[in-house]
Structure formats: structure tokens, C-alpha cells
Nanobody
Framework: VQLQASGGGLVQAGGSLRLSCAAS????????MGWFRQAPGKEREFVAA????????LYADSVKGRFTISRDNAKNTAYLQMNSLKHEDTAVYYC???????????????????WGQGTLVTVSS
């Protein structure tokens, strides 16, 4: 699976951005799509995840209520709508695809087999 992330940019605190992740190649129709982020000097962390088949979505506590993950199966594209952005949301955001939509694993980096190149989100305070 090849993943292409886009939609990052510079936004003021309180603003919104929508990230997109287009999947191509051998996509996982029953798999999971996730978003992770990595701030300078920090480890990559889980943000949100969704199954292609539907069902519950998962969010990190730090973004719950502000971010929404969604997917368009017809377009093989996942989205991350980010509202009420804070300075601490500044990071490179990565989308990832995994073949095993196991709920207990969807927050884990090792559950994902393919990664996009990352898109930079900068939130000015």
C-alpha cells in the first residue's frame, strides 16, 4: 500500500485544518487507517484510527472532541479534521495503514504496515 498525506500547513491557534491520506496499490479493504504525529524532539504518538469497514473510532485523549477521523472507501482516502488547534498540536502528521483491525492494537505503531511521508502542521500561538 502506498500512502500520500496532504493538507498540512500553517494555522493560527483556534483554527482548523483537514488532512487527507490517499491509499493506492494493494489496499486493505478490511484493515485500519491511523494518524500519528511526531513533534520535534519527541517520539511518534498515536492520534486517531478508523477501520475501513466502519465501527468505533479511536482518539488520543489530547485530541478527543477536537479531531475527527473519517474515511471514504470509494476514494480509498482517510481524513483527519482538526478543529480548535493548539500550539501543542504542531507536528509532522503521518498516516498509516494496517491489515489487522484489532481494536486493542490500533493505537500501536507496530499494528501498521505502511506509512505515508508525513505532512507538517504548524500552529502559531
Amino acid at each position: 500500500v502506498q500512502l500520500q498525506a496532504s493538507g498540512g500547513g500553517l494555522v493560527q491557534a483556534g483554527g482548523s485544518l483537514r488532512l487527507s491520506c490517499a491509499a493506492s496499490g494493494r489496499t486493505f479493504s478490511n484493515g485500519v487507517m491511523g494518524w500519528f504525529r511526531q513533534a520535534p524532539g519527541k517520539e511518534r504518538e498515536f492520534v486517531a484510527a478508523i477501520r475501513w469497514s466502519g465501527g468505533p473510532t479511536l482518539y488520543a485523549d489530547s485530541v478527543k472532541g477536537r479531531f475527527t477521523i473519517s474515511r471514504d472507501n470509494a476514494k480509498n482516502t482517510a481524513y483527519l479534521q482538526m478543529n480548535s488547534l493548539k500550539h501543542e498540536d504542531t507536528a509532522v502528521y503521518y498516516c498509516a495503514a494496517g491489515a489487522r483491525p484489532i481494536l486493542s492494537m490500533m493505537r500501536l505503531i507496530r499494528a501498521y504496515d505502511s506509512w505515508g511521508q508525513g505532512t507538517l502542521v504548524t500552529v502559531s500561538s
